[in-house]
């Protein structure tokens, strides 16, 4: 495969905003959670999850660069408006729980650094976020926000301080159970790749490659961008569950706030360093997810319904679907204001983005193998064999979720 100098900055680009975009509040609280209470014994779903997503990810940009539709545009157009309609309202009321936990997430950070309550927080966050979006551009916020999350690998820096045992952390790569406690290890391993196969990356991923103006001759770059991209930010996930395993695991912590969390880079990188480095991770992160997931929404629905859209469109010019995002924002807002717990919120957010799953990826045994999009770019046997694997995993995680939720959550 061979790339031009433009589309080997386009990689290079792409790699960082995915290491600094792929850690989320889901992400961090999820893996922390596991690392705690079960070590490294959770560190093949990590690995199962973003095998998934490279895949997932990579349709996803492959689909817009050559048909120069994004995902949710062509479902209306392919599947009908009731399937739209249908598959569109479950995902906006998970997308609001996610959002919601960005918006807790980064409350908290400011918290952590203030002592003032994130419940004060929540509506100045909800601003910045909405500030950024309404003046911003698509370029600005994908490359920008993301960028600045690379102080995520402060958590790789810190889990190899920290010498794990290679040993133990090679048998967590191999599936396993939970022992005694099976319903809990269960129910962490749906929540992982709740937060890791989120919808919302893979409808702001697909409208982002129209914004950028992608074509055919993009697809070898979005390739390298799912691989390689997705790849490193797995590094980042799976170093925040081995800095968990090795701080709380031996002291008997069972994480229940996200201020135990930052016990683990404080522990691992000298005291007020890794306090700080916490903070700045865990809001930045944060920022960057809920400007995805507040736009993933509009993209939604101003898509299905044929509205303007486009976040590098002055609002004038989208207005409806400057409203949306705008609506999303001060909905999400509310569960902070009213005290939820951030870290129980995005638990059982990711719990049930797990079982809105099959809704969001059926659509794409369809989409990715229709002729009139793809032409000689679509699916091939491996491609389909792998939708249809996942097809299967998520109808697994929609009918085991809501027990392990009962028995194991």
Not at 227 to 236: A, E, H, I, Q
Not at 306 to 323: D, H, Q, Y
Request: contains cysteine; glycine residues 12%.
């Amino acid at each position: 495969m061979k790339l031009s100098p433009r589309q080997l900055i386009e990689v290079a680009l792409g790699v960082l905003t995915s290491v600094g975009g792929y850690l989320d509040v889901g992400a961090v609280a999820t893996s922390a959670q596991a690392g705690a209470e079960f070590g490294f014994r959770h560190l093949w779903v990590l690995g199962l999850g973003t095998l998934v997503v490279i895949f997932l990810v990579e349709m996803s940009g492959r689909f817009a660069a050559v048909s120069g539709h994004p995902l949710r545009a062509a479902l209306r157009e392919r599947l009908g408006f009731n399937f739209f309609v249908a598959t569109s309202a479950a995902e906006m009321v998970v997308g609001v729980l996610v959002l919601a936990s960005e918006i807790g997430g980064i409350a908290l950070a400011l918290q952590l650094v203030t002592g003032v309550s994130y419940r004060w927080w929540a509506l100045p966050v909800g601003l910045l976020v909405w500030a950024l979006l309404w003046n911003g551009t698509f370029g600005v916020l994908e490359k920008g926000v993301a960028l600045l999350g690379l102080v995520t690998l402060a958590f790789f820096f810190a889990a190899v301080r920290l010498h794990p045992p290679l040993g133990e952390v090679a048998r967590g790569v191999i599936p396993g159970g939970g022992g005694h406690d099976a319903a809990h290890y269960w129910f962490i391993a749906v929540a992982i790749l709740g937060a890791l196969i989120s919808p919302y990356l893979l409808w702001f991923y697909s409208s982002g490659a129209v914004e950028d103006h992608w074509s055919a001759s993009d697809v070898p770059t979005n390739r390298m961008v799912a691989v390689v991209g997705m790849g490193f930010g797995s590094v980042v996930a799976a170093s925040v569950l081995i800095v968990a395993a090795m701080v709380f695991l031996p002291r008997g912590i069972v994480v229940d706030d996200y201020a135990q969390i930052a016990l683990g880079l404080t522990t691992a990188l000298e005291g007020k360093l890794g306090f700080y480095l916490f903070a700045a991770s865990l809001g930045i992160a944060c920022v960057g997810a809920a400007l995805e997931a507040a736009l993933a929404m509009a993209y939604v629905l101003a898509q299905g319904l044929g509205w303007n859209w486009g976040e590098s469109l002055k609002p004038r010019r989208a207005t409806r679907f400057s409203v949306t995002y705008t609506a999303a924002l001060l909905v999400s807002v509310v569960p902070m204001l009213l005290g939820v717990d951030p870290l129980a919120l995005t638990v059982f957010s990711m719990a049930l983005t797990a079982v809105a799953l099959p809704i969001a990826i059926f659509p794409f045994l369809v989409l990715m193998n229709d002729e009139r999009y793809l032409g000689r770019h679509r699916n091939g046997r491996l491609s389909n064999a792998v939708v249809i694997a996942v097809i299967a995993l998520a109808f697994v995680l929609a009918v085991v979720t809501i027990p392990l939720q009962l028995k194991g959550g």
